[in-house]
């Protein structure tokens, strides 16, 4: 009866190792399913960026606004009888630019 009771142990631990720690076990089930978890977010990311160009598209297609958007913010391009101006931001790298002194020669001399 012990025998045929250490049998029947080995049998059942013989199964179930294969569910647990198997090529299709519960490890490599919760791996896939974070797998999955990962990649639906990718795809999450990908879908709203798809459809932020086609609606760019869409718009570039059917109106001249986004077309002249385009035109002004890529290529720099302007209008006619239009005046560009282009502020920089000071640089950490350059140099400031320095203003001209307005103060006419005498002023100068006088302080």
């Not at 709203?48 to 869409?58: D, F, L, Q, S, T």
């Not at 290529?75 to 006419?104: M, R, Y």
């Amino acid at each position: 009866m012990r025998l045929l009771l250490l049998i029947l142990v080995l049998l059942t631990a013989a199964i179930q190792y294969p569910l647990w720690w198997g090529k299709g076990g519960w490890s490599s089930a919760h791996q896939l399913e974070r797998t999955i978890a990962t990649q639906k977010d990718t795809n999450q990311a990908l879908l709203a960026r798809n459809n932020a160009m086609k609606a760019e598209v869409k718009d570039l297609a059917t109106g001249s606004e986004a077309v002249e958007e385009r035109a002004r913010g890529d290529l720099g391009l302007v209008k006619k009888g239009e005046i560009f101006v282009q502020i920089l931001a000071p640089n950490e790298h350059q140099p400031g630019i320095k203003t001209p002194d307005l103060a006419s020669p005498e002023e100068k001399k006088g302080n």
